[in-house]
């Protein structure tokens, strides 16, 4: 049964049209939304509005914000091969996962929002850089948050990878990605 999911990295695989056309638009917005957001920083209060959509955003609005958050490549790939490989108790996990994420974002929240309100902070290194009168604090949060979220990312850059090799196949085809294999090969000039 497992082999039924397992992916041949030999095996050619047609690209689909529609896969294609799907991905251009999707860059395509993501060019027009960067263009736009430009835009609004050319007005000067972008950050604010960007980052704490001007604090006028209701709690509804910010938890279906975290939750699209943390729906990622995890959530797609990750998680229903953890259910698939060791059985349903999985889904227990990471059922408590979710519930704890947001337990300790409604714990925090409340507190979390005053403070930056009365300092006038945008992200949470900054609330603890203001809230405790330490660089070092705020550094130290940045580098901590930069630190996990490398993690996070590494396994949704290898999952994006695997998605896009299935959607846009053929590319063990192409003159750059044979001469690329030669070379690691051995078979290949290094000149």
Known sequence: MLSLLAVDANAPVAASRYTLVAFLAYMVGVFLLGALSHQLLQRGSFLKEYFLGDRKLNAWVLSMTYVATSVSAGSFVGFPSLIYRHGWIMALWIAGYMVTGLVSKGALAKRLNQVSRLSGAITVPDVLRDRFQSPALGTLASVFLLIFLLFNLVGQFKA?????????????????????????????DLG
């Open 160 to 188: 994006g990878g695997l998605i896009m090799r299935q959607a846009c196949g053929g590319v063990t085809e192409t003159a750059a990605y044979q001469g690329a294999r030669r070379r690691l090969d051995g078979n290949g």
